[in-house]
């Protein structure tokens, strides 16, 4: 159970972390919602 919740905060961590580098390589703006 820990391991599994652990497992999904590296990943929420990591998608806030390589969303906008990999958005800004592309030209694209990190956050188009806001």
Known sequence: MMLK???LFIL???GI???PMLA?????RPDPDR
């Open 5 to 7: 919740v652990l497992l």
């Open 12 to 14: 929420l961590i990591a």
């Open 17 to 19: 972390v390589l969303g």
């Open 24 to 28: 800004g390589q592309s030209g694209l």
